[in-house]
């Protein structure tokens, strides 16, 4: 039977989609187990799929010191080592968090087949916008989250930097995506100064014109800093 959980770990996920029982321990994870929680936490750390467990923004004093485990930048080593394949912290994956719907909306923006444990047949979310206001509407088609789920500062900042940027390429279409993370409107009104630039980078590139994706720019920095983020 599948599960119906409305949010599961990093680490069950991983264990669960390859087949594998996450409670059963290991010294030394399998292989798909391992390239689960590789692209899963790349995803997170990008901001492909937004972890409720994990924010992409930075933490600060007014925040409290309990709170800091909630800021991906408290793990910034154990993901960059998960990314990487050198070492997969227990302590992170269990602690990373995905929300079904979220799973469900990056596997359909990859064209990956839904995980058969999580989604039972009949189940979904389906997203609109509101004409007149431009507002996210959510709805559900199956019971177990009917009333649908509440939609995090990141989601609507991802949202409103990427619908500004679609504007600004409509009138200016050979602008790069490194410019248009710059650009002055969508840090001051899509909300984006709270993020990384490999964040917001992440976001518009899923609605960048294609011809401005195949741009070739200058080679990437290695990872570290505000930039993996």
């Not at 010294?27 to 901001?47: E, F, H, Y």
């Not at 968090?97 to 039972?120: D, T, V």
């Not at 100064?193 to 014109?209: D, E, F, K, N």
Request: net charge neutral; hydrophobic share 35%; with cysteine.
């Amino acid at each position: 039977m599948a599960i119906l959980s409305g949010e599961l770990s990093v680490w069950e996920i991983s264990h669960r989609w390859a087949g594998y029982d996450p409670d059963t321990y290991r010294i030394r994870l399998p292989l798909p187990v391992r390239d689960n929680c590789r692209i899963l936490i790349d995803a997170i750390s990008n901001g492909e799929i937004e972890s409720p467990t994990l924010r992409l923004d930075k933490w600060s004093p007014e925040d409290g010191d309990d709170m800091r485990k909630y800021f991906i930048r408290y793990y910034m080593d154990d993901v960059y080592a998960c990314i990487w394949g050198k070492k997969f912290s227990r302590v992170l994956l269990k602690h990373a968090s995905i929300e079904r719907y979220e799973m469900k909306q990056w596997c359909e923006l990859h064209s990956i087949p839904l995980p058969e444990f999580w989604f039972p047949s009949g189940w979904g979310y389906s997203y609109n916008w509101k004409g007149r206001d431009g507002e996210l509407e959510v709805s559900s088609s199956a019971s177990p989250d009917a009333d649908g789920p509440a939609i995090r500062p990141s989601t609507m900042a991802k949202v409103a930097c990427q619908q500004i940027a679609q504007t600004v390429w409509k009138e200016q279409p050979s602008m790069t995506i490194a410019d248009m993370v710059k650009h002055p409107i969508v840090q001051q009104y899509g909300g984006a100064a709270p993020y990384g630039p490999a964040t917001i980078r992440a976001w518009l590139s899923q609605v960048a014109p294609t011809d401005v994706k195949n741009k070739r720019g200058r080679p990437r920095k290695k990872m570290g800093g505000d930039d993996a983020i």
